[in-house]
């Protein structure tokens, strides 16, 4: 049974590209998009995805608020910040959430495959300097 990701961002591009990137590879299945936080957290309850991957700045509910809520009523999903932001205050606070990892918007597509990856094989949060976001 694959991984069902739920993808959030307020641009279409970056959805677009993940979608991509992800979609080749089957044990993994986009389960559904999200355009805002509000969305999200919507989406998360009916879909129940195993994976939110999701950026913090969005419109209507931003991404620390909509991850704060989805967690609290699907533990079990892990969320990865997909993000630009870099300030050591900004990572406190994505990991004050809940979420499992955090990656750069700068990173390649095999950078967010091998964090999706270490997410599911070893249960645990990824352990490389790449998991953490970089300006």
Not at 22 to 38: F, T
Not at 97 to 123: M, P, W, Y
Request: some cysteine.
């Amino acid at each position: 049974m694959p991984v069902r990701i739920l993808v959030v961002d307020d641009h279409e591009v970056v959805r677009q590209g993940i979608r991509t990137i992800l979609s080749a590879r089957p044990e993994w299945e986009i389960c559904g998009e999200a355009v805002n936080g509000q969305e999200a957290v919507e989406l998360a309850a009916e879909l129940e995805p195993d994976l939110v991957i999701i950026d913090i700045d969005m419109p209507v509910l931003n991404g620390l608020a909509a991850v704060r809520q989805i967690l609290r009523h699907r533990p079990q999903t892990k969320v990865l910040f997909f993000t630009v932001h870099d300030s050591e205050q900004m990572l406190k606070d994505i990991y004050a959430t809940g979420a499992h990892g955090c990656l750069s918007k700068d990173k390649g597509s095999q950078d967010l495959i091998r964090v999706i990856r270490e997410l599911f094989e070893k249960n645990t949060k990824p352990s490389s300097s790449d998991a953490r976001a970089h300006a």
